[in-house]
């Protein structure tokens, strides 16, 4: 009959782990000899070297052949997208309600397009943008003729929103029902509203700001804005769509239909 094997003692096993770790009568470490592990490091050591040389090249060839102006590949919509400040939403929409008899409730409002704005400071604009844009034309540059190989950017002020600036009236028409809004395009018309005025006039985007070559070639390049100041009449309260009105952009997109436009609701109480 086979004999059934002895059953070890825990300090039996630990005296056979410490012997796998160190055997002084083979002068083995973990089963190898010290030489062998020398070999093995050795041989780790440089298949790392040459996996992380490997990688290194071939994320230089990688960059080297991407131009940091434009890239290869994009998923940038043909048509740009409209936006609309006070950015305030609502549920799904943007929702600009405010109470002119709540200074804390219209003063959110002027606040907000007041942070919007500084980056649209005269000073500022034209201390960082002093190139000489001609009107009514595309910009193109094929060179970097501006400072530290960059282009140059026309210059977009805050002044230019004339009444909706928020230098003339900080308050920005909220204080009553004559509110400015800052839209980048165009917007269509409809009931209770009696009266809109655009800034710059007709609510036109020069060409000269087209076209924009990027954050990396035109570091002082802002967008250029509409302002749109609405009297609000009747019911006070409007439906407002802002649309982009240009050749080759599309506005009708059945499949996403807030390509090229905006809708947002404004309303003023009492």
Known sequence: ?????EKRTCGQRCEDFGRFIWNSDNGTLMGRTPEKWVYI???YVAFYVVMTSLFSLAIYVLMYTLCPYAPDYQDRLKSPGVMVWPDTYGEEVIDISYNTSDKKSWMKM????HDFL????????LECNTHNCTKGKYFIQKTFSAPDHTKWACPFTQSMLGACSGLEDPTFGYNCSMPCVIIKMNREGHN???????????????LSYFPYYGNLAQPTYVNPLVGVRFSLVGEKHAKIQCRVVADKISYENYYD???????????AMK
Do not use: C
């Not at 009959?1 to 094997?5: C, S």
């Not at 500084?118 to 604009?125: F, G, I, R």
């Open 41 to 43: 490091s050795l041989y």
């Open 110 to 113: 002027s606040n907000i397009l």
């Open 257 to 267: 239909p807030y390509e090229g436009k905006v809708t947002f609701y404004l309303k």
């Open 192 to 206: 209770n509203v009696a009266k809109i005025d655009y800034f710059p006039e007709r609510g036109i985007m020069d």
């Open 1 to 5: 009959m086979a004999t059934l094997k």
């Open 118 to 125: 500084k980056p649209y400071n005269d000073t500022k604009q």
